[in-house]
């Protein structure tokens, strides 16, 4: 007998049709003999709906608490729903929201972290035999408000739950049969992979492979809860997600790309110390997150600073360096939204030389123009131009994994 958690997604329980597939999986596991505790998203494209109601109401924004206790209510129909779906299958059964799942969160509204996850009412629910279905993406804070963990965040209220009852395995159903080595849907031979680190996942998940919430990655890796990633409509293994996996040929787990960036350049600045504290010190007081930096060596007295930000924050980061002219004395900003980041990651290439080179070679092939590099132990990018994204993802996906 084993403890299960099992997250299902949006997609799994759309309709009255899949909320019955999922009670029966459900009860199969049940029926050997475990405890099973649920974790649902709201259905379909409901938190979508949601957002688009309250646009409806007030187009310049509600306030965040506002926000949460509307979109709550799209796990609050699911989890009731599921529960009906596998009462009326004969199985005992009790669904939960957030708060009654004993989710204790930051007021953090519409981004809260969860603090505690206090146990009781979970485990009474389990010594008196009863499948839980607990509502994701919900908590409550220190003054009995709702709060929500940010999009995608049932993965990490699942976690949670496993984490705090130290559960056997942590599930996570979707809609795609596990984590590949690209995009499936661009690559058409992209591999599912029977295993993969946090920490790969953890890059992965950042760059836009939307299979789990970095946070729940995050979460899994700190209290060591093993993943599946699997589908809700087969029934065959998906990729487990931990901290050591068992040695591959392949040196490298997957290639992901991120389109939602944009580069900017301030050239002509002068060449002395300061310079880029105080340039980044102003963005980073705007609140722009800067992702890949590069610094051209000095001639003439100048130098030139480039670096990328996601693409809703390059307004921001344009307002913030021009703020800056009078003291900075740069020559001009030159920016390009219409780039791409296209990234491979792997633990193999830590003790592999050469893996760089081979990425670069796929690009030169190519006729793949590159941008700026940055690199980390585990994953190299490059940003090249979004035209190029597609043929890029696929001739890097070749050279490596074929
Ligand atoms: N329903 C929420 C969302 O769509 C939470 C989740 O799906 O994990 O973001
Ligand atoms: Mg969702």
């Not at 997609?11 to 050997?32: C, F, G, L, T």
């Not at 204790?104 to 279905?133: F, Q």
């Not at 901290?243 to 490298?252: P, Q, Y």
Request: hydrophobic share 45%; charged share 25%; aromatic share 4%.
């Amino acid at each position: 007998m084993a403890l299960i958690v099992k997250k299902f997604g949006g997609s799994s329980v759309a309709n009255a049709e899949r909320v019955m597939n999922v009670a029966n999986i459900i009860i199969d596991d049940y029926k050997k003999g475990n405890d099973v505790v649920v974790v649902v998203s709201a259905q379909g494209d409901t938190t979508d709906d949601l957002i688009e109601k309250a646009k409806e109401i007030n187009p310049e924004g509600a306030s965040k608490r506002e926000m949460d206790m509307l979109l709550s209510a799209g796990e609050q129909i699911s989890i009731a729903i599921l529960a009906m779906a596998i009462e009326r299958l004969g199985y005992p059964v009790v669904s939960l929201l957030g708060w009654q799942a004993g989710f204790e969160t930051d007021s953090n509204y519409s981004l809260a972290r969860i603090k505690r996850v206090n146990p009781e009412r979970l485990r009474a629910e389990l010594s008196k035999k009863h499948i839980v279905i607990v509502a994701g993406f919900q908590g409550v804070n220190r003054y009995d408000d709702i709060t929500t963990l940010g999009r995608g965040g049932s993965d990490t209220s699942a976690v949670a739950i496993a984490a705090t009852l130290h559960a056997d395995l942590c599930q996570i159903y979707t809609d795609v049969d596990g984590v590949y080595t690209a995009d499936p849907r661009k690559v058409p031979n992209a591999q599912k992979m029977d295993e993969i680190t946090y920490n790969e996942m953890l890059e992965l998940a950042t760059l836009g492979a939307q299979v789990l919430n970095n946070r729940s990655v995050e979460m899994a890796k700190k209290y060591n809860v093993e993943l599946e990633v699997l589908s809700s409509l087969e029934k065959k293994p998906g990729t487990i997600v931990k901290e050591i996996v068992k040695m591959e040929k392949m040196l490298i787990r997957g290639v992901a790309s991120d389109k939602n960036v944009s580069r900017i350049s301030v050239v002509g600045l002068k060449d002395t110390p300061g310079v880029a504290f105080k340039l980044f010190n102003e963005l980073a007081q705007a609140k722009v997150n800067v992702d890949i930096i590069l610094q051209s060596v000095g001639r003439d007295g100048t130098k030139d600073i480039s670096f990328t930000v996601s693409t809703e924050q390059y307004p921001l980061a344009i307002a913030a360096i021009e703020k800056l002219e009078g003291s900075l004395k740069y020559q001009k900003i030159v920016h390009d939204e219409k780039v791409a980041k296209v990234s491979i990651v792997g633990s193999g290439m830590e003790s592999h030389p050469g893996v760089a080179a081979k990425m670069f070679e796929a690009l030169f092939d190519a006729g793949i123009n590159i941008q700026m590099i940055s690199t980390s132990e585990i994953k190299i990018s490059v940003l090249i131009d979004l035209a190029d994204n597609d043929h890029a993802v696929t001739a890097i996906h070749d050279k490596f994994i074929g």
